[in-house]
Structure formats: structure tokens, C-alpha cells
């Protein structure tokens, strides 16, 4: 063993070499992005006429952003709530990618599972809370997970691929919900819209003032995921499948049977995703019910590099910037919708890491999305052949 | 001939059937126009992916390139429109403002396309991943700008306005709703129909067509016989932008005067449905698109005018964001349905390495 004769300080080092070459690409990507981002914020104001240029409304966007976050008591405890869902859509599609599959329907799937936790808990918002909230939750998880089943079983059958027909179900999601809150959910005698509220299928609030039970939902949600993929037999299959399909088959593993279970349970963990904001923040819906979840989860499970350590942490990245974000409009009048330029911004240089490390003389540093090679070759026929 | 008709229509499914029929006979020659401007922006985005997987490059982000390129077009009229003025220079109400914010347009899904080239072919990032990279950031930037210009509530340029055929041409008997369907369009409409032709001669009987098509199935092969793989990808994907942008401007400049926030509503991927339907040929790209557009026309039509007899009964049941789905769902149902059969470029989303550079 060679370990132990290593110090502790080469053992420290030997840590901080490992986290630096995981890590690197991702910090330098973000540093990167808020940069991008601080261009587009000047550049907006030579755009737009009649408004008085200043040079350090980026600094004064950033300062907002951050202490709307992290500022206070209640700005932590809001970051936790919007990386809750964040961290169960980035498992959702992180487990897809594992599989080979990408899974952009996390929206319709959070929609379906937050609409069909709120048909549930209004029906049973009577009953006491313990028998109330796992029913709601359930049925959001079976909603989510059948919005997944669709597209794994379309893929598994006829080839017809998953990001196509997912895109079509998040459409079809959207007229679903507002068919459904419209009609056999709305509540009666309101002008508008909206369902009952939840009662006591409504998630009980453990610290402040909208930190909900969800939080530790989620956590429970990465150590089973993380257990599913890295010690359960039918993980490794998954993850042969996304590595390989043909020789998956060979091996005599069944990649159809696992293509449509690795997107039900995709399916499932958005659905959660929604059942929790659902039961845990708005405890209603109206129609118009929408969120960036489905679309935050993509970049959530690539810059956590499919890994369910890293998703909590990239996670947390992007529920800081949604929670900050408010904060941001009201101090610097900086539309939320610069957090999706940061997002596609950190992506693109999250993709376009060969280009960064030659740039930038890093080595020793691991790829940025070693996932991405596994996905597009699964396309279509592939399975069905 | 009325009895067998009572006749028929008294048995349920079959009586559906036909009672569905004749709705469609009285009703298409009304809305084919329609049918056509619905299929207008989807049919664009096909051939942009045509354009694109012919020479093996996976596009998912025309969606996002036809939200940029409405936002830029629309935006461009703004900042223009007060400096050129509005008179009238041409057919179809065009000003000078109008043609240079379509410019303006066309250029943004160039520049856009460029990205996607250079990250899917030079850096050979996965494409779907690039793609999603390219709708994430055209979302986010048009709803960040459109957020902060829409408090000026600014006047744009206006739109491209509609060709009025003869009456006697559209009151022909049998073909006359045909020509009216055609002629009664702006001019990105009408150029549609214009494009899938040329396209089609060129991809199947020039070199340029022959060239690209085996770049898309085997690249190896055809630089072996001296085909730059990497500048045909670059060139098929920057000439795709220009078709998106142009679906894109079609939307904010010809059917709408002003640009909404998440105005493409998945017509971009829809496009690329109608791609795999129409088997990678820019004429059955166009025919389906023309399928999924006759869906949504047909559907705000019954929401308008409802059949008659059971049929007209059974739709009325549905809610309205049933037909709010139906492109939606025919898409998944004729993609699940013709996927197994229609075969993609074999070379299609494989980053291309040269030998020399390994």
C-alpha cells in the first residue's frame, strides 16, 4: 500500500488535486458566465434608447443577486426551497443521461406531477396530514412518472426519439393543466380559475417562513438515486445501456424493457419535483401554472456531471439565482431572465471545454461533459434494431 | 342517394366518418389559405433541418434561432422604422424599414447557426446538447430584452401584408380555392413554395446536393475523393439559419406585427417532426408540415363553426385546450407511427474528426 506511507499533507494535497480536477471546469465556466453576462447587461443599455448608461450596473445586478440569495436568514431558506425541485429534476435528467437517453420533458413531467398531487390533495384535504400527504405525493410521482413512461415506451417500440416526442408532451402538459384547473378542478364561486387549496396534504414547514419538508425529500431522493445507480444491479444495466446499447444487449440485458423504465423513473423524480413546489409552495394551482424547472434541470444535471454529489451542488448554484433573482429586478432593474442567459452561457463553455483548456494551459483537469458522447449515438433506430 | 346517406350515417363510427368528410369538404376551401401560413414557420424549420442532417449535423435548436431571429426582426423595424419611414416601395407593403429588419433577421439566425456549427463541427461537442444550449440562451436573451423594451411599448415597422389574387382566378370552379390557398399570401408565405422546389432539384441533381448528401452518410468517403466535410457541414448549416430566421421573422413580420415573449410555441421542433415524416426531402418536409398546420387550422375552425349532426354533439364535449394539443398530439402519433421507416443520414450527429488531426 502506498497510502500509507503518504503524510497528511500529501494526502491533503492528493484531495485537493482530485476536487480541483472535478471541479475547475465548472467554476471556471461559471466565472466565465457572469462575465457574458455583465457584457449583456451593459450592452442592453446601449440598446435600449433613453437610458442612462452605467458602467457598474453589473456590480450593482451581482451584489443584488447575491444578497437576495444568501443575504439573510430568509434569503438561505428561499435558496433551499428553489433548489429543492432543482435538485429532483437534475436527478431526473441526470438518471436519463445515464441511460443514454435525454430527457427534456422534466417540464411537462414537474407539470403532470404538481397537477396530479393538487387533483389528490384537494380530494383529500380532510383527511389528517399523515395519511393526506404521501397520497398526494404518490399520485404526483405516478402523474410525473406516466408523462415519462409515454416517451420511454414511443422509443422503446417505434424509435420515435424521446427529445422530440418529450418537447411535444411539455405542449401538451401545458393545455392539460390548464384544461384541468379550468374545468373539473377549479373551485367554485371564484371569478378566476384555481383549484382548493391542498389543506392538510400541504407539506408542514420545518425552519422560517417557507422552508417546507420537501428539502429533506429531496435529499432522501439523492441518496436513493445515487443508490440505484452505483449499487444496484438494475443501475448497472442502466448505466451499461447508456454506455453501450448493443453490448448491454448482448450481455442479455433487455434495452427496450430498460429504456421505458429508466424515463418512467425520470418521470417519476420531476413529477416529485412538482408535487413538492406544489404542496409545499403554492398548496394551488391556476392555470397559467408554469416554472424554468423542467429547463434548469438540463443545466442542473450537466454542470453536476450526472453525478448526484455534483447535482446538489450545481443545484444549489441555480436555486441561489432564482432566489436572488426578484431581489436583482427590484435593486438593478435587471430582468430574471439574464439567470437563463447565465445558464446557457455556463453550458456552452461547460461544451466547449477542449477549446477552454487549450486556452487556458489546464491539465490534469477532467472533461467538462464526459456524459455527452453516450447520448446522441442512441438515437432513434439504434434501439430498435 | 339521401336514404343511403341517412343510412350510413345511423351507424355510429361509420356515420363519424363520413359526417367528418363532408365538414372537410365544405370547410378546407375556406381555410386552406390558413393551412398554408400555419405551415409556413413549421415547413422553414424543416428545411432548416433538411438543410442541416442532410450533411449530418443535428439542429435542435432552430426553435431557438426562430425566437431570436422574430425578436431581431421585429426590434430591427423598431429602431429603424422612424428613420426610413413607412412609405410603400413594392408589392406586399414593403418599406425600406421592413426589408432591412428582415435583413436584419436573416442575419441574427446566421450568426446563431455559426454558434451551433462551431461548437457541433469544430469543437464536436454532442449536438443535442448544443442545440439545447442555443434555445436555452435565445429564450433567455429575447425574454431579458423584450422584458426591458416592452415597458416603452415601442412601435415596430409593421408586416408584410397579403397578395389579393383576382376574384375570377379564386372563384374558378374545384381548383379555384387551390390558387387561393397559394396566391393569397404575404411573401414569405409564397416563397416557401419557391424554396422546397429549388431545394429539392438542388439536393438530388446538383453537385452541391450530391455533395452534401455524402458528407451526411459518409464523410470518410467523401473526403477520400477530395470534399471539404468540415466547410460543407459549415455551409449547410449556416444557409439552414437563414430558413429558420426566416420562419422566425415570418412570425413577428408577416402573421403578427410585434414580437410576444415564447412566440415559436415549439413550431421549431415540430419542424423537425415534419424532417423525420417527410424522410429528409425538402418536398415531404413541406407536405407535412401542411399536415400538422391542417390540424391546428382545422381545429380553430371547429372551435368557430362546429359540425353538424353527432360528430358536432361529440366535439363540442371537448374542452377547448383539446385542440390547443392536437398539433402536439398528431405529432408524437405520426412520428411514433412512420419513425421505423424512415431512415436518417447515416452519418447524422457524429462530430466529424479528420485523420490528420489525431
Known amino acids: ?385 | 342517394m339521401d336514404a343511403l346517406a341517412q343510412t350510413l350515417y345511423g351507424i355510429p363510427i361509420i356515420g363519424l366518418v363520413f359526417q367528418f368528410g363532408g365538414y372537410l369538404v365544405a370547410v378546407v376551401p375556406h381555410i386552406a389559405p390558413g393551412i398554408l401560413q400555419a405551415a409556413t414557420p413549421i415547413a422553414l424549420a424543416a428545411l432548416c433541418g433538411v438543410m442541416c442532417e442532410r450533411a449530418g449535423v443535428v439542429n435542435i435548436g432552430i426553435e431557438g434561432i426562430m425566437i431570436a431571429a422574430a425578436f431581431v426582426g421585429w426590434y430591427a423595424g423598431v429602431l429603424v422604422g422612424p428613420i426610413l419611414g413607412s412609405a410603400a416601395i413594392g408589392p406586399f407593403g414593403m418599406t425600406p424599414a421592413l426589408l432591412v429588419a428582415l435583413a436584419a433577421a436573416l442575419l441574427s439566425g446566421v450568426v446563431i447557426s455559426w454558434v451551433h456549427a462551431w461548437l457541433s463541427i469544430t469543437v464536436r461537442a454532442d449536438q443535442i446538447i448544443s442545440g439545447t444550449i442555443i434555445n436555452i440562451a435565445a429564450f433567455g436573451l429575447t425574454g431579458y430584452l423584450n422584458n426591458l423594451i416592452s415597458k416603452t411599448s415601442p412601435n415596430g415597422a409593421g408586416a408584410f401584408t397579403q397578395f389579393r389574387p383576382p376574384r375570377e382566378l379564386v372563384e374558378i370552379p374545384v381548383i379555384g380555392w387551390i390558387l387561393d390557398m397559394f396566391l393569397s399570401q404575404g411573401p414569405i408565405a409564397m416563397s416557401v413554395i419557391v424554396i422546397v422546389v429549388i431545394f429539392q432539384v438542388l439536393l438530388f441533381r446538383s453537385r452541391w446536393g450530391l455533395r452534401s448528401r455524402a458528407v451526411g452518410e459518409h464523410p470518410r468517403a467523401a473526403e477520400t475523393v477530395g470534399i471539404d466535410v468540415i466547410r460543407v457541414r459549415y455551409r449547410n448549416v449556416l444557409i439552414g439559419g437563414v430558413f429558420a430566421a426566416l420562419g422566425g421573422a415570418y412570425l413577428s413580420m408577416e402573421a403578427t406585427n410585434s414580437f410576444q415573449q415564447g412566440m415559436t410555441t415549439g413550431r421549431g421542433f415540430i419542424g423537425l417532426a415534419a424532417m423525420i415524416v417527410g424522410r429528409w426531402s425538402p418536398v415531404g418536409a413541406f407536405g407535412a408540415a401542411l399536415l400538422f398546420s391542417s390540424s391546428t387550422a382545422l381545429g380553430n375552425s371547429i372551435k368557430f363553426s362546429l359540425p353538424e349532426g353527432d360528430l358536432g354533439t361529440i366535439l363540442a364535449g371537448l374542452p377547448d385546450q383539446f385542440y390547443d394539443a392536437l398539433p402536439y398530439l398528431l405529432t408524437i402519433v405520426i412520428l411514433a407511427g412512420v419513425v421505423g421507416r424512415s431512415i436518417a443520414p447515416a452519418a447524422d450527429g457524429q462530430p466529424y474528426e479528420r485523420e490528420a488531426t489525431t
Open chain 1, 1 to 385: 500500500m502506498t497510502g500509507s506511507r503518504l503524510t497528511a499533507g500529501g494526502s491533503v494535497r492528493r484531495v485537493s488535486r482530485r476536487l480541483w480536477s472535478l471541479a475547475a471546469l465548472p467554476l471556471i465556466s461559471i466565472v466565465l458566465a457572469l462575465l457574458v453576462g455583465a457584457v449583456v447587461i451593459l450592452a442592453s443599455q446601449l440598446v435600449l434608447p433613453g437610458r442612462q448608461f452605467d458602467l457598474f450596473l453589473p456590480l450593482t445586478a451581482y451584489a443584488a443577486l447575491l444578497q437576495g440569495a444568501v443575504g439573510s436568514f430568509d434569503g438561505i431558506v428561499d435558496t433551499a426551497v428553489s433548489t429543492t425541485p432543482l435538485v429532483l429534476g437534475g436527478l431526473s435528467v441526470a438518471l436519463a443521461f445515464k441511460a443514454g437517453l435525454f430527457n427534456i420533458g422534466a417540464q411537462g413531467q414537474f407539470l403532470l406531477g404538481a397537477l396530479g398531487s393538487v387533483a389528490m390533495g384537494v380530494t383529500v384535504a380532510g383527511s389528517p396530514s399523515v395519511v393526506a400527504i404521501p397520497l398526494a405525493l404518490i399520485a404526483g410521482v405516478l402523474a410525473g412518472a406516466l408523462w415519462g413512461f409515454i416517451p420511454g415506451l414511443l422509443k422503446a417500440v417505434s424509435g420515435a426519439h424521446e427529445v422530440v416526442v418529450t418537447i411535444m408532451l411539455n405542449y401538451i402538459a401545458i393545455a392539460v393543466v390548464a384544461g384541468v384547473v379550468g374545468g373539473p378542478l377549479r373551485q367554485q364561486g371564484r371569478p378566476e380559475a384555481i383549484t382548493p387549496d391542498v389543506g392538510n396534504a400541504a407539506l408542514p414547514l420545518l425552519i422560517g417562513n417557507s422552508g417546507h419538508a420537501g428539502i429533506l425529500l429531496a435529499l432522501v431522493a439523492v441518496g436513493l438515486v445515487a443508490w440505484l445507480l452505483f449499487r444496484t444491479t438494475l443501475g448497472f444495466e442502466i448505466r451499461t445501456v447508456g454506455a453501450n446499447s448493443d453490448a448491454a444487449r448482448y450481455a442479455g440485458m433487455r434495452p427496450r424493457f430498460l429504456t421505458i423504465l429508466t424515463m418512467s423513473l425520470a418521470g417519476a423524480l420531476a413529477g416529485l419535483a412538482g408535487a413538492v413546489v406544489v404542496l409545499g409552495v403554492t398548496h394551488l394551482m391556476t392555470p397559467s401554472f408554469g416554472t424554468t424547472v423542467g429547463f434548469d434541470s438540463i443545466a442542473v444535471a450537466l454542470l453536476g456531471r450526472t453525478n448526484p454529489i455534483g447535482i446538489v451542488m450545481a443545484a444549489l448554484l441555480f436555486g441561489a439565482l432564482r432566489a436572488g433573482a426578484p431581489l436583482m429586478q427590484i435593486e438593478a432593474g435587471i430582468p430574471p431572465e439574464l439567470i437563463d442567459v447565465l445558464q446557457a452561457m455556463i453550458l456552452l463553455f461547460l461544451v466547449a471545454n477542449p477549446v477552454l483548456q487549450r486556452a487556458l494551459k489546464l491539465r490534469g483537469v477532467k472533461p467538462g461533459l464526459e456524459i455527452t458522447e453516450t447520448i446522441t449515438k442512441t438515437s432513434g433506430e439504434a434501439v430498435v434494431r
